[in-house]
C-alpha cells in the first residue's frame, strides 16, 4: 500500500509542478486576492460610510460575499486544471512514457486528479484571511461556516473529476476544456433553466379549502364563510432535485439554512432567501388552504412551517449528486488509461 500511494504522489508532484511553476499562475492567484479584496472592502465602503449602515450588518453578508466569489472562480478555474491534464499530454507524448513505467492506470488517475485538485485549492488558501474573518462575523455558527469551506473543496475536487473524464475521452485538448466548461455550467444554469421549463409539465389543478370574510357596517365581528376553490399549483416536489447540485445552492442551504433569524418576520438574508426557495421546492405546493377556525395568523404560519420544513436538508443531497458525477468520471478516465487498450482514437500515440 505504501508502495502504491509513492507511486501516486509522484505523478501529484509532476502534476502540481507543471501547473504552478508559471508566472502566470502565481499572477492569476494575486489577481484573485486583489478581486476579493476590492469587493470587501468596496462593499464596506458602500454601505458603511456611503449607506449609513452598521458594521454588524454589513459583516453579517460577508460570508456569502466571499463565497460566493470563491466559488465563482473556482467554478471556472478548477475544471480547466484537469481538462488538459491528459489530453494535454497525449498531445505532447509525454503520457506514452508515464504508461511504459510499472505505473496502473489507477494510480495515474489518482495522481493527476489530486494534482489538479491541490492546484485548485490554491484559490480559497489565498482568500483564507477572509473567510475566516467572514465566518467570525457570520450570524450562522462558526461549525457551520466551516462545513462550508469543506463542502466548497470537495466541490471543487468534483469539477476536477468532471474535467479529468472529459480529458481522457477527447484527443484534443481544446475539445476537452470546452466539453468540461459546458458541462460545470449545465449543473450551474442549465439545471435550473431546465426546472423552469419543465413547470408547465408538474401543474396540476387541485381543490384547495379557503375562507370568505364578510365585514359588517355595525362594526360587529365579521362573518366567515369556508368555500373551495379549484387551484392550479405546480408541483415542484418531483423536479427539486434538478435544483440540488447547483454550487451556489449547496453552500447557501448550509449557511443560511443554519443561521439563527431572531427578527424572522422582518427581514432575511440572502443566503435565507437562496435556501428557502430550495426548501420550497422540495417541500412542494401547500394545499390546507385556510378555514374560519384557524387564529389569527395560524394559516399562515402553518404554511411558513411548511415551506421551511427542509431549510438546511438539501444541501447532501446536492453534494451526493456532484459527489457521484465527480467519481464516474474518475472511473471513466482510469479505465480510458488502461493499457493495453483495444482500440485507439484517431491522433493518440501510446507507449
Known sequence: MRSWWEAVLVVTGLELRQRVRSTRWWASLAGLFATVSVFVFGSLYLAVSAGGARYVEWAEYLYLLVVGVVLFFGIIIAPTLSATSISGDRRDATLALVQATPITNWQLTTGKLLGSWAASMA????????????????ATAVGWCLLGAVVVALLFGCFCA?????????????????????????????????FGLLVPAIQQSHRVPGTDVMYTPSGAEPLCREVTRQRTVEHTERTWWLLAPNPFLIVADIVGGNEPRPD?????????????????????????????????DEAWHRRRDHDEAYLGRSWYWGLGINLMLGAGAFTLAARRLRVPVGKLPRGVRLA
Open 264 to 296: 424572522r418576520d422582518l427581514y432575511d438574508s440572502p443566503t435565507f432567501d437562496m435556501a428557502s426557495l430550495l426548501s420550497e421546492a422540495r417541500s412542494g405546493p401547500y394545499l390546507d388552504g385556510q378555514r374560519c377556525a384557524d387564529l389569527d
Open 162 to 194: 468532471i474535467g479529468l473524464g472529459f480529458s481522457a475521452v477527447s484527443a484534443r485538448p481544446t475539445t476537452s476544456a470546452v466539453l468540461t466548461q459546458l458541462a460545470v455550467l449545465f449543473l450551474v444554469l442549465g439545471l435550473p433553466a431546465l
Open 123 to 138: 484559490l480559497p488558501l489565498a482568500c483564507t484571511p477572509y473567510l475566516i474573518w467572514a465566518s467570525v462575523s457570520s
